[in-house]
């Protein structure tokens, strides 16, 4: 009876160990990862079963939530760079390893191209499940932009994005209502995941636009974690561009 009552325990605890190490693979810790830990916490304090932040933007995607998103880190979580100002680590993907310190950030490539990435994070109640990078290009060309995206795997298992779009949003000049200059749909169900870790979309076409603007552009998208259900995402929104009448549409204005 004694050796059964010893062998019950150490099978216990190879079922701990064993689950403790399963749950640090799909759920790392976020100590080094400050978007994470604070949507984390967000979620811990408003009992989120079911979240997702985009930057500093956190949305409830919790089953039957109408929540609005939420900015964690308003007026402080966004920069603006010149390409010169980019410091990459130096491994890896470059576009992986720059601005990885902030939520969102906007690369002024010229006058008339425009990077804008985010630090992206999701999970569940018990804590983060995975990051991904979102890289958002808009090239203009003339009076029409041109789109390209991209998604980068960082942690957690493999993510399957579908329905990502392209917004223009004309914001009218001094009118306070947005107007929906039109959708740019992209490529359905890419893959990223550790073994396969960047998907970049093909070049996005838009018709000329027409208004002075100013516009920007929006992606939206969803993605499935690998096991898990498809979560939506906020928003990523683009530097503002303007396009003069009888010009070309430019950044700088």
């Known amino acids: 009876m004694k050796r059964l009552a010893i062998l019950a325990v150490l099978s216990a605890a190879l079922m701990s160990v064993s689950s403790g190490a399963a749950r640090a693979q799909t759920q790392p810790e976020i100590t080094d990862d400050p978007t994470a830990a604070r949507c984390a916490q967000a979620a811990a304090e408003g009992g989120s079963t079911s979240w997702v932040c985009i930057g500093s933007i956190f949305l409830d995607n919790s089953p039957g939530s109408d929540a609005e998103p939420v900015d964690l880190n308003p007026g402080g979580g966004r920069q603006s760079l010149q390409p010169t100002e980019v410091q990459p680590l130096g491994i890896g993907d470059e576009d992986d390893t720059i601005c990885e310190n902030v939520e969102f950030c906007d690369i002024r490539v010229s006058d008339f191209i425009s990077r804008t990435k985010a630090n992206a994070a999701y999970g569940d109640a018990s804590g983060f499940t995975g990051t991904f990078d979102i890289l958002l290009t808009t090239n203009l060309n003339g009076r029409s932009p041109r789109y390209t995206y991209k998604f ?16 223009c949003i004309d914001e009218n000049g001094a009118s306070p209502i947005n107007s929906d200059c039109g959708p740019t749909p992209g490529p359905d169900s890419p893959t990223v995941s550790a073994a ?3 998907y970049t979309s093909p070049l996005l076409n838009k018709a000329p636009l027409e208004d002075e603007g100013p516009y920007l552009s929006q992606l939206y998208s969803r993605f499935m974690p690998e096991g898990g259900v498809s979560l939506t995402i906020t ?17 700088n204005f």
């Open 152 to 167: 980068i795997h960082d942690t957690g298992p493999a993510l399957v994005f579908d329905s990502t779009t392209i917004e």
């Open 196 to 198: 396969s870790p960047n």
């Open 235 to 251: 928003p990523l929104n683009s530097e503002l561009f303007f396009c003069p009448i009888g010009q070309n549409c430019t950044f």
